[in-house]
Each structure stands twice: as structure tokens, then as C-alpha cells.
Nanobody, 125 residues
Framework: QVQLVDSGGGLVQAGGSLRLSCAASGSASSIPTVAWFRQAPGEEREFVAAVRWSNSRMYYSDAVKGRFTISRDSAKNTVYLQMNSLKPEDTAVYYC??????????????????WGQGTLVTVSS
């Protein structure tokens, strides 16, 4: 079993920054990929970024590329999402997820078995 606890959300003005954390426990080392998804009110959950645990290879959605950075700290079993140049359209509940997706399924909700509880990010204009 893997447990994920995500944190770091809050209220920030447009152009500001936040760093989200996803702390993994249990058999976290057995999970090859950790990702961040987000869900805005009335919208479907969408992929934001992912990192492969073994080689730190990173993947981003077009919406956040160049503004967000995903990283991992193996010693702490924690994955971070540094979010810069935030926009009001980034407002959403952000979830970390862990699983074993193949490359073509990296952005699919169903490819991830474990999920955090979500942390709310609100960007004011």
C-alpha cells in the first residue's frame, strides 16, 4: 500500500508562486511514477506534470510548461511541484497521484492507483 499526502496550496495573486508537496509513505519506492493532476470547479481532472522515480524524467502539460517544475527528493520520498507565474486559470484542487503508467497513458487518471486528498490553489486576478 502507498499513502500520499499532498499539501502547500493556498491563495496567491496572479504572477505569484507556490510550491506543492506530495509526501509518500508505505511501499512508495515500488511506484515508478508520481504525477500531479488538477481539477477546477465544473471541469474534469486534468494532467499537470509527472516524474519517473527511477531517472527523474519529467513530463508537463502544455498549459504549465515553462512555468511549473516537478521534482523529487528520494531521501524524503517527496515530490514537489513548484508553480511560478501563476494565472487565475490555474485555480483548482491539485492532487498528487502514483502509479505505473506506460508513456502513452501518462496523462490518464485511470493509470494511477494511489491518490492524495487534494490541496486547493486559488489564484486571484
Amino acid at each position: 500500500q502507498v499513502q500520499l499526502v499532498d499539501s502547500g496550496g493556498g491563495l496567491v495573486q496572479a504572477g505569484g508562486s507556490l510550491r506543492l508537496s506530495c509526501a509518500a509513505s508505505g511501499s512508495a519506492s515500488s511506484i515508478p511514477t508520481v504525477a500531479w493532476f488538477r481539477q477546477a470547479p465544473g471541469e474534469e481532472r486534468e494532467f499537470v506534470a509527472a516524474v519517473r522515480w527511477s531517472n527523474s524524467r519529467m513530463y508537463y502539460s502544455d498549459a504549465v510548461k515553462g512555468r511549473f517544475t516537478i521534482s523529487r527528493d528520494s531521501a524524503k520520498n517527496t515530490v514537489y511541484l513548484q508553480m511560478n507565474s501563476l494565472k487565475p486559470e490555474d485555480t483548482a484542487v491539485y492532487y498528487c497521484a502514483a502509479g505505473s503508467p506506460i508513456l502513452s497513458s501518462l496523462e490518464s487518471n485511470s493509470a494511477y492507483r494511489y491518490w492524495g486528498q487534494g490541496t486547493l490553489v486559488t489564484v486571484s486576478s
